[in-house]
């Protein structure tokens, strides 16, 4: 493949890892939100308020950690710069687990940025 198609494709990679990172931020939000107030729901049961707090706390950090780390790694592929590349290497690779719209975009990053074109993209800055 030419450079230029190359140079395509991680455009789109780059552009759909703003695109969910910026989606997953505002899932993780709402998450934080829903399970606080399920949280509030809950009155007399110690466990189940227990289970919803580490709940509350864990699942919106871990989406939010998982989606910047998808942002930042999108800007960076946008300036071609090495560290993105590794970056949205191993944030693809876990989004692989997040069947099946998260399995298609890893798969896809991963096809892309593991091409040798893109490798020579990525050394010539």
Not at 34 to 56: H, I, P, T, Y
Request: proline share 2%; charged share 15%.
């Amino acid at each position: 493949m030419e450079d230029s198609k190359m140079k395509k494709h991680v455009t789109v990679v780059g552009a759909i890892q703003i695109g969910f990172g910026v989606l997953g931020l505002i899932v993780a939000v709402a998450a934080f939100f829903a399970l606080n107030f399920a949280r509030s729901q809950v009155m007399g049961d110690d466990v189940a308020s227990s289970v919803l707090k580490l709940l509350s706390i864990s699942v919106p950090v871990l989406i939010g950690f998982l989606s910047t780390l998808g942002l930042v790694g999108g800007v960076g592929l946008f300036t071609y710069q090495p560290w993105a590349r590794y970056l949205v290497i191993v944030v693809s690779a876990l989004g692989c687990l997040n069947i099946p719209i998260g399995t298609l975009k890893g798969v896809y990053a991963l096809w892309v940025l593991l091409q040798d074109d893109t490798v020579k993209l990525f050394e010539k800055k």
